[in-house]
């Protein structure tokens, strides 16, 4: 069975930083995709970062581009997201997902529980 587990969320002001962390076991090997989504309050899900679809490959969103920051330790299975120069427009639900089916569409991976992200003016 499949766990991914999000760490770090918290509240900062703008301008702070968080680094968000993403825990997966279960896979039997560690090709697997793996991405970072928000949703805030009203909005839809947005997919931000990520190896979306070739494991050797990072994808960024033109919103957080130079200002997040993924990474991925392979033997430990987890990634990380380093979030820097916040914005209030940054508050959301962060959530990890990872699948072994890469071409499959995001909402059919497996998901963690999600941790808030807080930051005020």
């Known amino acids: 069975q499949v766990h991914v587990v999000e760490s770090g969320g918290g509240s900062v002001q703008a301008g702070g930083s968080l680094e968000l962390s993403c825990a997966v076991s279960?896979?039997?090997?560690?090709?697997?995709?793996l991405g970072w989504f928000r949703q805030a309050p009203g909005k839809e899900r947005e997919g931000f970062a990520g190896?979306?679809?070739?494991?050797?490959?990072?994808h960024v969103a033109d919103s957080v581009k130079g200002r997040f920051i993924m990474s991925r330790d392979i033997t430990k299975n987890v990634a990380y997201l380093q979030m820097n120069s916040l914005k209030p427009e940054d508050t959301a639900m962060y959530y990890c997902?990872?699948?072994?089916?890469?071409?499959?569409?995001?909402?059919?991976?497996?998901w963690g529980q999600g941790t808030q992200v807080t930051v005020s003016a």
């Open positions: 997902a990872a699948s072994d089916k890469c071409a499959e569409q995001p909402s059919m991976w497996d």
């Open positions: 279960g896979y039997t090997s560690s090709s697997y995709c």
């Open positions: 190896f979306f679809t070739d494991v050797g490959k990072a």
